[in-house]
């Protein structure tokens, strides 16, 4: 197997990973695949030589295509990563508001100011 045929195939392994939908409860298993994936095909990418023949140029093509829609289903994940951590900044700050409510308001004891002198 040449170096652009593996490269086609752990793209191709790539591609449907993304394109089927993951539970949050899965995602960290998910992330880690995708790395796993990533990581191999960098490897087979530098072994990657200039000359390519009819069939190569196909499977080059294909993955280009891939890529870019690999590329865009990683923003799709990065947004979703990120609502998820905004999400759960808004539950730990209304949970720490709801076991102490008077935690942030400033309160001046009924002390009394007088500004003349």
């Not at 040449?2 to 490269?7: C, F, G, N, R």
Request: aromatic share 8%; net charge neutral.
């Amino acid at each position: 197997m040449t170096a652009i045929q593996q490269v086609y195939s752990i793209t191709e392994q790539l591609f449907h990973l993304l394109t089927k939908p993951v539970d949050k409860d899965q995602r960290e298993d998910h992330i880690n695949k995708i790395t796993e994936l990533l990581d191999e095909r960098e490897q087979h990418i530098l072994q990657v030589k200039a000359p390519f023949s009819a069939d190569e140029k196909k499977l080059f093509n294909q993955v280009v295509a891939w890529n870019e829609t690999i590329e865009k289903k990683f923003v799709v994940l990065k947004q979703q990563i990120q609502q998820d951590m905004v999400q759960l900044k808004k539950s730990k700050s209304s949970n720490q508001q709801y076991t102490n409510p008077y935690q942030h308001v400033s309160t001046s004891d009924g002390m009394f100011y007088d500004k003349r002198k």
